[in-house]
């Protein structure tokens, strides 16, 4: 008798993701891979977001590869190569009897954090100045749009 | 696994037969109860319902059984079907079963509520059913087999029964074979084709067996026609023939024999035996589901 | 985990399957992808034990498809299979008791997260339901082999994506997983690799990562270029 209870819940746990999907509160849930370019490396820069903004906290639990594959609908084989990855760059390591978890090497992470934002910058200032902005016109449109937004 | 398959095709298949046998029976009631409050045309009328339904509930019971097969077996239940963790020998074995059940069970019934509705007819007085019994016992005597008249009832039964089976298994075998991928492109004219071949066949070896397989039931018959006598013999039909042929003028005034081949019979079982085992390893082998 | 060598099968005259070789590996999900009478469902059939009548050889974990292979196999078929008269619990029943990796508290769970009723008959549901039904009695069992084909066809895509969902959760890395359809954007990224099956005959069969890296393409546009020529208009 406890134990299909036991098991009822676990079943339960695993379903939850209907439930949310049909609760309708607007969650968004980041499907939209290029289909064209290797899945696998567009998980690992959605994880290290993940990671370099604390979404996903250091030196907590990873979620579980089906959870992942699940949320993300891919490939569980894919998230194992993305994580696999990650763990190459040493954002996550591996506790052999426990599992994976993020680091919780904070400088690591500010680096990656860096590295990203780095690149975001270098993206941005090329596109300004092909649309043809020199520096003040563009840190002038940052300021005024930022003054809009309602944070 | 066996016994899994039996049960679950008795499932399937208790839903709609047992209903008709109950219509039959029904009827039957209904008859005797007219009967009884002298309802004079109602009477005859329901009478000949009661017997139109008794043979119709055999044809529609054999109609049903073998509309399982052919359902369950090749079309999209066969999805279900042979996807089973069985052998496929035994989808043929548990339905053969199953529809010999249902097909026997109408024949009971149909003799259970004709013998019904007679008796309520004919043994109204005491006096009646002691009559019959006793003419009963006279015509045993005729016969000559007043002392066995147990194992002629029980000879009668088995034939039936050997003939359901029969039955059952051409059409199965008819079923199976006409449904492998070379005969895909005829659809129900397949089953239907190799089925009239089939019967055709064994029609013809039959009454060449019971020609000439030397065993025979001989029947003697006195100067005014009557039987006067049976007994087995092992000769077979045709030499009787031939005899009778080489001893022409001599047909005594004193009476006439005859020999009627049962060597037809000893065949049944043959035949059976080899639908059924072609059937199987048709199943097992070239199963090629649409 | 799965041998197919040179695998031949006819209708009549008809060659629904060519000189087909291939070998899939368990823990991996597989797309078999190809226009409308390619032959996926034949294969399947084949795999699933449904088609006995073939030439070459197949094997699932070294037997042929038999009495064994039924045992650890999870099929679905693109068409209804079951009884007009059955209700889930009569389906659960059946299941039950033919096979050991059966799990009726998982069926009957999915079964509400479906919002399908238990004694509801089939007769009396939607296709949707139907297939429904269908998807839950294939996933509640623990099999090596799941045989899904067209599994979306016909349903909506918040369904479509309910039904990626336990897929994907079924997924196991002793078991393997073949699902054929031609729904092929919504689904690819759920593949570790991909059959292409043009007439009966084998075209390609690659990982669908090597795919994007070698092509630069999705398996939905190499698709579209692979079988331009065999669309008539």
């Excluded at chain 1, 309708?24 to 370099?52: C, H, M, W």
């Excluded at chain 3, 909506?156 to 359809?181: G, H, K």
Aim: hydrophobic share 45%; charged share 20%.
């Amino acid at each position: 008798m406890v134990n299909t209870v036991i098991q009822l819940s676990k079943i339960k746990q695993q379903y939850r993701f209907f439930r949310r999907r049909c609760r309708g509160k607007g969650e968004t849930v980041e499907n939209d891979f290029d289909s064209n370019t290797p899945i696998y490396l567009q998980l690992v820069k959605l994880f290290t977001i993940r990671i370099a903004g604390g979404t996903w906290i250091p030196g907590e639990r990873v979620m579980s590869v089906r959870d992942l594959a699940v949320e993300f609908q891919v490939n569980p084989n894919t998230v194992q190569r993305a994580l696999a990855e990650l763990e190459r760059e040493g954002l996550v390591y591996t506790e052999r009897t426990s599992g994976r978890y993020i680091t919780p090497d904070l400088d690591r992470i500010r680096s990656a954090r860096k590295e990203l934002t780095d690149r975001k910058v270098t993206d941005f200032v090329s596109q300004m100045r092909q649309l043809g902005y020199d520096r003040e016109q563009w840190m002038a449109l940052v300021e005024e749009s930022l003054k809009t937004e309602i944070n | 696994m066996f016994s899994k398959l039996v049960k679950h095709e008795f499932r399937a298949t208790a839903r709609i037969i047992p209903f008709i046998f109950m219509v039959t029976v029904f009827l039957g009631l209904v008859h005797v109860l007219t009967v009884r409050l002298n309802l004079g045309v109602l009477s005859v009328f329901s009478l000949i319902l009661t017997v139109l339904m008794c043979f119709a509930q055999v044809i529609i019971a054999y109609a049903l059984v073998i509309w399982r097969y052919y359902k369950s077996m090749y079309s999209n239940e066969a999805y279900l079907t042979h996807t089973l963790p069985v052998h496929p020998s035994m989808l043929l074995w548990s339905k053969l079963l199953v529809g010999f059940v249902w097909t026997a069970a109408s024949y009971i019934t149909a003799i259970g509520v004709g013998f019904g509705v007679a008796a309520a007819h004919m043994f109204k007085t005491a006096g009646e059913w002691q009559n019959f019994v006793t003419g009963y016992h006279q015509i045993l005597k005729a016969i000559g087999i007043e002392h066995s008249q147990l194992l002629m009832w029980f000879v009668i039964a088995a034939a039936l029964l050997i003939s359901i089976v029969l039955v059952l298994s051409e059409v199965y075998f008819s079923i199976s074979i006409g449904s492998t991928s070379k005969m895909h492109s005829l659809g129900i004219g397949g089953p239907i084709l190799v089925f009239l071949g089939t019967d055709m066949s064994l029609r013809i070896l039959s009454a060449l067996a019971a020609l000439f397989i030397p065993l025979g039931v001989r029947f003697t018959t006195n100067a005014s026609g009557e039987l006067i006598g049976l007994k087995f013999v092992v000769q077979s039909m045709f030499s009787q023939v031939v005899d009778s042929l080489n001893s022409t003028g001599m047909a005594s005034s004193s009476g006439d024999s005859g020999i009627a081949g049962i060597g037809s019979y000893l065949l049944l079982p043959v035949f059976v035996a080899a639908l059924l085992y072609t059937a199987s390893r048709v199943i097992t082998r070239h199963t090629s589901i649409k | 985990m799965i041998e197919i060598q040179n695998l031949n099968k006819n209708f009549g005259t008809n060659t629904v399957l060519s000189d087909l070789s291939l070998n899939l590996e368990a823990g991996r999900i597989i797309g078999l992808l190809g226009p409308n009478g390619s032959g996926k469902s034949t294969l399947l059939k084949i795999l699933a034990g449904l088609t006995s009548d073939y030439r070459g050889t197949v094997l699932l974990d070294g037997h042929r498809p038999g009495e064994d292979t039924k045992a650890v196999t999870s099929y679905l078929p693109e068409k209804t299979y079951l009884s007009g008269w059955m209700r889930p619990v009569d389906a659960f029943d059946y299941f039950a008791d033919f096979y050991a990796d059966f799990d009726r508290v998982k069926a009957a769970e999915m079964l509400k997260q479906f919002r399908l009723n238990e004694r509801q008959p089939i007769k009396n549901m939607s296709k949707g339901m139907q297939e429904k039904l269908q998807l839950v009695l294939v996933m509640a069992r623990k099999a090596k082999v799941y045989l899904l084909d067209e599994p979306m066809g016909g349903v909506d895509p918040a369904t479509r994506s309910a039904i990626l969902d336990v897929t994907l959760r079924q997924y196991q890395e002793d078991s393997i997983m073949i699902f054929a359809t031609h729904l092929i954007s919504d689904v690819e990224k759920i593949f570790d690799s991909v059959i292409f099956l043009g007439y009966g005959e084998l075209k390609l069969f690659e990982d669908v990562d090597r795919i994007r890296e070698k092509y630069g393409k999705s398996v939905d546009d190499l698709f579209r270029e692979v079988f331009a020529c065999s669309v008539s208009l």
